[in-house]
């Protein structure tokens, strides 16, 4: 009987990998196959390409508001019905962006859209509530790296859309990847609610996390890791298809290259795991961003803008962001365990409005992208290993006393 109960949950756990890995793709999707239809995008709404990217960062930040509501709910009403709920509002969402005619309406669309996709950040609290330990960690590894194989390959899906049914096709293509993960959603997942909750309003939840320096600081670096990769991501169309002039299927095959860094990240990240204290593999990872941004810099300076010039050091950055990431999240989820929702939301709404903040400053620069993202990284990874370092002094004092 126990081999065969062992065998039942080996077989749930495959399951729900399988749809957390699902989850995580429609959480990038959205985000990174309408890169290559910037230019179809502002020839339909008579805008520029600077406004479609703008819509990138409108996005993350509708993500981030819209988790700050689904976070705490979950530990109260469980995480099935939002995450149903969500992605029904974000099917609704991707179907007015297919429909609008202008500009302004593609952007409250995409907004609800957003706000849908905000459920997705409950997969960071379901893998803190069916996974433990080293498990959970490693699990958290993948799901970074395969992030960041999904945005890699998203632009060549992208292309092959726009090709084939125009701007539209990667909307077409969420709603039946959207509704085909509510599907499985609905007979794989238990709308079990957590069983040691407090009775708390949201403010108050909010408040009790964020008053914690090591959950707070160990989200932030998370957040300066993601915000270095996704500024890259936001900007690589202006960069690569209006500066440099490369063709979409050209655009695509180069972030293909870029999603290397990420299955090399995940390697490196794994290996280090239980090897290595989680603050000094978090230093490894700021490190290696720190060295991309003066390496990005220092091309720049005396070769100008290139594709070799831009990817090299994105490959190096993106690397330290696999590294760095995963277990700065691992390390915060582990400060409140039975607060799963708030803390994964509170966490991730720190992400995407950090990103989109950073991404949308740096497209103000028009001129010099490179070397303002350059110069993004070195400061966005230095005040990070600050962080670092306050945390391991907070963490001896306390050790101490």
């Known amino acids: ?26 959480g990038v999707f ?53 995450l149903l709920a969500g992605m029904l509002v ?31 950040v409950l997969t960071q609290a379901l893998v803190q509530d069916l996974f433990e330990g080293k498990e959970r960690d490693r699990l958290r590894i993948l799901m970074v790296t395969a992030s960041g194989i999904f ?3 998203s632009p060549l ?42 009775r708390q309003g949201i403010v108050q939840s909010y408040r009790l996390v964020y008053r914690d320096a090591g959950f707070l600081g160990y989200w932030l ?26 063709s979409p299927y050209e655009f695509s095959l180069t972030l293909l290259l870029y999603g290397l860094a990420y299955i090399i990240g995940g390697i490196v990240a794994r290996l280090l795991g239980g090897r290595i204290a989680p603050n000094t593999q978090i230093l490894t990872g700021l490190g290696l961003i720190l060295f991309s941004g003066l390496v990005m810099l220092m091309l720049s300076t005396l070769l ?20 760095a990431r995963p277990i700065a999240t691992s390390k915060a989820m582990e400060v409140f365990p039975d607060k799963a929702g708030t803390s994964a939301a509170a966490g991730n709404t720190l992400i995407f409005i950090f990103g989109g903040l950073i991404s949308a400053l740096i497209n103000l620069s028009a001129t010099d992208l490179q070397s303002t993202l350059a110069l993004s990284f070195l400061l966005l990874s230095a005040t990070g290993i600050g962080l670092n370092a306050l945390i391991t002094r907070r963490h001896r004092v306390l050790t101490a006393g």
């Open 1 to 26: 009987m126990d081999e065969g109960k062992s065998a039942v949950s080996l077989k749930k756990r495959r399951a729900a990998v399988i749809l957390l890995m699902t989850m995580v793709l429609l």
């Open 90 to 120: 974000s099917i609704i969402g991707a179907a007015g962006c297919l429909l609008s005619t202008e500009y302004s309406w593609f952007l409250l669309f995409r907004v609800i859209q957003a706000i849908g996709c905000g459920c997705f």
């Open 304 to 323: 100008g803008l290139s594709t070799f010039t831009v990817l090299i050091p994105m490959i190096i950055c993106t690397a330290g962001t696999t590294i």
């Open 30 to 82: 959205p985000l990174d196959v309408l890169l290559p239809s910037f230019p179809a995008l502002a020839e339909h709404f008579q805008t520029t390409s600077a406004d479609i990217a703008f819509s990138i960062s409108l996005f993350a930040v509708g993500i981030a508001l819209s988790q700050l509501l689904i976070g705490p709910l979950s530990d109260t009403i469980g995480r099935k019905g939002l």
């Open 221 to 246: 670096i998370a957040a300066i890791a993601f915000a270095c990769h996704f500024s890259f991501i936001v900007i690589s169309p202006l960069i690569f298809m209006d500066q440099l002039q490369l």
């Open 151 to 153: 945005i890699s390959i």
């Open 157 to 198: 899906a992208g292309t092959l859309l726009q090709q084939a049914l125009d701007w539209p096709g990667s909307f077409v293509a969420f709603i039946a990847l959207a509704s085909a993960v509510f599907l499985k959603a609905c007979f794989l997942l238990e709308n079990q609610r957590p069983t040691h909750v407090m």
